[in-house]
């Protein structure tokens, strides 16, 4: 295939940039608040019968009531963008589609809950457990594309029965503006996919899953230790090694290491049980990168190893090895045994 042939013209590559500036500006930290975004398409609604440039100046108003600055001064001069029919008519649909935006993400969320809810049969230092959580963000922007394929094919299929009943005359206004939009060359998914696929990261930022440290924690907290008695520290003998959890449980001072992999810290571990006047010292990991001979001079040191069940269940070797444990076996009962 030749490079020309998949050339994108000018004019194509300008309408679509123009129909995702409107998406981006819009729904951007300085765009539309709900109540602007609401307001603006009561406006349009409203005033549908009039020119274009009479509803801008009706918009351009409205911004004068705006109390931040940079919001009211960014309205304004995006409203100034807006030349022609045919700007104002991608304005309509990118606001129209910012409206859907929102119905889309609590969907893409809805699947997300669903699949945390099978969560609750597995471990959470299981390696089943830590797959899913770490594929969590992948799943959600694969879903997102997905959702937003589906939803501009059944637009393009004029198909309004998706949504409640309420909605149907709101969908059914969003027929014409997408025939527009299609006729001057805009490619409503793939651009309005941009936008929402950044929405989607933002939710997953904001809605980000436990951390390997953080399901420890709760763990820990289930066993019965208290959350204030639990801190991150170094330790006292051997300032070169880092205890991520460093608590009291029966009376006995316990530090923990928690990487989902050992690398080389182990070996830091094995320095400072040499020195340390811990009572207990335990390496919480997968297991991935866990040898025989790593695991043997782990507890050859007197440190104690958790390790995911998967792993466990699957190296005969540990099975053997007296301070290896399951990490299913993280429960009050192993830790008072270890402890007396």
Same mark, same amino acid.
């Given at each position: 295939m030749k490079f020309e042939d998949i050339k994108i013209s000018t004019e194509k590559l300008d309408i679509n940039y123009k129909f995702y500036y409107f998406l981006k500006e819009l729904n951007g930290g300085q765009g539309l608040s709900d109540t602007l975004l609401t307001k %603006? @398409?009561?406006?349009?609604?409203a005033h549908k019968e009039?020119?274009? +440039?009479?509803?801008?100046?009706?918009?351009?108003s409205i911004t004068d009531d705006i109390k931040?600055?940079?919001?009211?001064?960014?309205?304004?001069?995006?409203?100034?963008?807006?030349k022609d029919d045919t700007d104002f008519r991608i304005f309509i649909f990118a606001l129209k589609l910012l409206l859907i935006k929102p119905l889309l993400l609590a969907e893409a969320k809805l699947t997300e809950i669903t699949e945390i809810s099978n969560l609750a049969e597995i471990h959470t230092l299981s390696l089943q457990y830590d797959t899913i959580s770490k594929s969590k963000p992948y799943y959600k922007r694969v879903?997102?594309?997905?959702?937003?394929?589906?939803? %501009? @094919?059944?637009?393009?299929?004029?198909?309004?029965?998706?949504?409640? +009943?309420v909605t149907e005359n709101y969908i059914n206004s969003l027929f014409g503006?997408?025939?527009?939009?299609?006729?001057?060359g805009i490619e409503p998914n793939q651009i309005f996919m941009i936008m929402f696929s950044e929405s989607v990261d933002q939710s997953i930022v904001s809605d980000a899953g436990s951390s390997y440290e953080d399901r420890i924690f709760n763990l820990l907290l289930a066993i019965g230790v208290n959350k204030d008695d639990i801190r991150k520290t170094h330790d006292v003998n051997d300032s070169s090694t880092e205890f991520d959890f460093f608590f009291p449980y029966n009376s006995k001072k316990i530090g923990m290491g928690a990487k989902r992999t050992l690398r080389e810290r182990y070996k830091q571990f094995i320095k400072t049980?040499?020195?340390s006047g811990l009572d207990l010292m335990i390496e919480v990991t997968l297991g991935i990168d866990l040898t025989e001979p790593k695991a043997e001079s782990i507890i050859k040191h007197g440190v104690i190893l958790f390790v995911a069940d998967e792993i466990y269940d699957a190296k005969a070797y540990l099975q053997k090895l007296n301070g290896v444990y399951p990490a299913s076996q993280f429960t009050a009962a192993t830790f008072d045994q270890l402890t007396k």
């Open positions: %603006f @398409t009561e406006i349009i609604f009039n020119e274009f +440039d009479k509803i801008i100046k009706i918009l351009d931040s600055d940079n919001r009211r001064n960014n309205l304004k001069e995006f409203l100034l963008f807006i879903n997102g594309a997905l959702l937003c394929l589906l939803f %501009f @094919t059944k637009v393009e299929n004029k198909e309004n029965k998706f949504l409640s +009943d503006d997408y025939e527009y939009v299609k006729s001057k049980s040499l020195m």
